[in-house]
């Protein structure tokens, strides 16, 4: 079984341009969700799609981002345009169970992440 | 709300010692813990879990955790290090909605 893939593994772009970053989740996994971690930090929640709905993007930072799930398959997260401060790693994780089945919650795999440099 | 910590943000051992990496957790509800590993240029991977079932929980590599509710803890030991076992450490909490709190995370360094 094929794990979570993200891509690119790596971006550098500079200040004020636009970058996409693609995750394709487990296959079967409904669920599918966005960290970040910058550096020195903490990873920190972005968002989470049941299906293509958004359920919960309590994380996003601002209106700068823009996180879609067409047709409840893969994810991309847009960040345009791009500051510094958005440097860090990217990570997609998804799961199968949507919680609160007896509330249950449900191993989240992640993904390798993707590198983000703003210069 | 919940939270965890993660003491110690580097831990040093020798090959053969034992590893404890120190993870405390707050939340409002029966909490589910993880710990995670990302080894170098890798994704984060699952090391094991507690979902309210047993205390002492086994994990892959040799790891296992502890949950003590009493001290709000879920520390992770392996008796015996390893080379391999260099990697960072993240512990991490999650209630209903199945979010994901991390940890600072602990890089573990392995002497020889």
């Known amino acids: 079984e094929a794990g979570v893939t993200q891509f690119p593994s790596h971006s550098v772009i500079e200040k004020g341009q636009t970058v996409t970053l693609r995750c394709d989740p487990i296959?079967?996994?409904?669920?599918l969700y966005w960290y970040r971690r910058v550096m020195g930090k903490e990873i920190k929640f972005l968002l989470h799609f049941v299906k293509e709905s958004k359920q919960d993007e309590s994380g996003m930072p601002n209106n700068r981002f823009l996180a879609e799930r067409t047709g409840g398959t893969y994810s991309t997260l847009k960040v345009q345009p791009a500051e510094l401060e958005d440097s860090g790693v990217y990570f997609c994780a998804s799961s199968q169970v949507f919680p609160p089945v007896g509330g249950k919650r449900d191993t989240q795999y992640f993904g390798p992440g993707t590198r983000l440099t703003v210069l | 709300a919940q939270s965890v910590t993660q003491l110690g943000s580097h831990v040093s051992v020798s090959e053969g010692a034992l590893v404890l990496l120190r993870c405390n957790y707050s939340s409002s509800v029966p909490p589910y813990l993880f710990w995670y590993v990302q080894y170098p240029n890798q994704g984060l991977q699952l090391l094991l879990k507690y979902t309210s079932a047993a205390t002492l929980v086994k994990g892959i590599n040799g790891f296992e955790a502890e949950f003590k509710k009493s001290e709000t803890s879920f520390h992770l030991t392996k008796p015996s290090a390893h080379m391999s076992d260099a990697a960072e450490y993240f512990c991490a909490v999650s209630s209903y909605g199945n979010k994901l709190v991390f940890g600072a995370g602990t890089i573990l360094r392995v002497k020889s």
């Open positions: 296959s079967g996994h409904d669920n």
